[in-house]
């Protein structure tokens, strides 16, 4: 069974720092997880996503240069590490994988970025 389960969201201040954790089971290791989020009244929107094959990773163009994420396959888990966040960072953020025809979610967690 195909789980996928997110942590480490909170309350924070404009220009600090938060890390998120996607831990994931039922699946292999070193399979792609992406990272993705929804504002109130806005679409959901990637955010991250590392690949399966070379640890290959992508950026949206509004978090290049303060996300960072990174995978410990010995723990099957993906980081999200947010620095400089801002108020239009608050969101749910997911972490999505497909896995042999299977679209898989978590329940997300609340980032909430305000002074």
């Known amino acids: 069974q195909v789980q996928l389960v997110e942590s480490g969201g909170g309350l924070v201040q404009p220009g600090g720092s938060l890390r998120l954790s996607c831990a994931a089971s039922g699946f292999p290791s070193d399979y792609s997880i992406g990272w993705l989020r929804q504002a109130p009244g806005k679409e959901r929107e990637g955010v991250s996503c590392i690949s399966s094959s070379d640890g290959t990773t992508y950026y949206a163009e509004s978090v290049k240069g303060r996300f960072t994420i990174s995978r410990d396959n010995a723990k099957n888990t993906v980081y999200l590490q947010m620095a400089s966040l801002k108020p239009e960072d608050t969101a749910t953020y997911s972490c999505?994988?497909?896995?042999?025809?299977?679209?898989?979610w978590g329940q997300g967690t609340q980032v909430t970025v305000s002074s």
């Open positions: 999505n994988t497909l896995y042999l025809g299977g679209n898989y």
